[in-house]
């Protein structure tokens, strides 16, 4: 009997060693799925992607308000009936076309100008408003600014120089720069201008990148009207 049970146990025992072998070789290969799950998204971490054209309108479509004018002959209109306290505006001429740019909120930029990040833009054609565009910035420290002829918006890692005229509004330059995980950095530039825009390597683009940001410090920065109750 004792013989009996003893062969049992060594049976219990071996299976139970097996069960162990099965499920540590088990854990084994989960970790080296895990592990190189890991390299995998670290080296598509590492791989930069560029901040595009598309995606800044894609933000600007998403922030700039969205505003019902129907109803509305003029600017004043609009100002008076369908802007909220908080919201702001600015009636301003981009060269020889005159807008309303309507923004979501406004907010002291310590330079006497009550600036903003985003705006939809109206315009007169014939006896109707219609949208002309929107524009965001990425942050307040880079308010929507102008040279009197175009419109720059900003982030820490892009920058975009707009023309503004009857038939919209145009990104004609938009350079950014991007990080790999092990900190280097990549730099790209586009175009909605005409002309061959893919001869710009990193280098080219980071000369752009910083040329942009230079222009757009140097703009004015757009003061906008606060609607208040």
Known sequence: MASVVGCGNDKAESDSSNEATTETAAEVENQKA???????????????????????????EESAPDIDIEGCDTFTQIVDKKLEPGMGYT??????????MVCSGTYDNMDGNMAAIDATMY??????????????SGGTAYPLSTD????????????????????????????????????????FYESEDE??????????????????YDEMFASDVINFDTIVE
């Open 91 to 100: 009636n301003i001429d981009f060269g020889d076309t005159n807008v309303l």
């Open 34 to 60: 895990d592990k190189a799950e890991a390299e995998d998204t670290t080296e598509e971490a590492a791989v930069p992607t560029e901040t595009s054209i598309e995606f800044i309108k894609e933000i600007s």
């Open 123 to 136: 315009i007169y054609k014939g006896d109707e408003i219609q949208v002309l565009g929107k524009v965001c």
């Open 195 to 212: 002309g061959d825009n893919s001869n710009y390597d990193s280098a080219g683009a980071e000369k752009k990148l910083n040329d942009l």
């Open 148 to 187: 009197g002829t175009y419109l720059y918006t900003g982030s820490n890692h892009w920058v975009c120089k707009y023309a503004v005229t009857e038939d919209g509004v145009k990104i004609l330059e938009k350079a950014s720069v991007e990080y790999t995980t092990d900190g280097a950095e990549n730099y």
